[in-house]
Nanobody, 126 residues
Framework: QVQLVESGGGLVQAGGSLRLSCQAS????????VGWFRQAPGKEREFVAG????????DYADSMEGRFTISRDNAKNTVFLQMISLKPEDTAVYYC???????????????????WGQGTQVTVSS
């Protein structure tokens, strides 16, 4: 199993940028696909972006594509989420999650991920 710790959240003005990090430990991180999810108060957890084990394949939720970029550095056991042009509606707790099941496509269902971090708060002020 892999343990995940998110960092990099905070308070930013609309139009600003943040880079979130997901640091992994434990199992062989390079065998895991990773997804970023977010959950705003009163809303369901939603898929933000995902990346396969090697970093060769990524996918994004429609509303994030072009503003968010997911990447990974397996040598440092870290996945990043670069966020630009942030909007107040991006305010949420952001979670990284991992799974090591074989999948042709990036998995978007939260229930498919077996390992989760504790989350990091992102607040975008207007």
């Amino acid at each position: 199993q892999v343990q995940l710790v998110e960092s990099g959240g905070g308070l930013v003005q609309a139009g600003g940028s943040l880079r979130l990090s997901c640091q992994a430990s434990g199992d062989t991180f390079s065998s895991y696909a990773v997804g970023w999810f977010r959950q705003a108060p009163g809303k369901e957890r939603e898929f933000v972006a995902g990346i396969n084990w090697s970093g060769s394949s990524t996918d994004y939720a429609d509303s994030m594509e072009g503003r968010f970029t997911i990447s990974r550095d397996n040598a440092k056991n870290t996945v990043f989420l670069q966020m630009i042009s942030l909007k107040p509606e991006d305010t949420a707790v952001y979670y990284c999650a991992a799974h090591n099941r074989i999948s042709r496509n990036i998995v978007m269902r939260p229930s498919s991920y077996t390992n989760w971090g504790q989350g990091t708060q992102v607040t975008v002020s207007s």
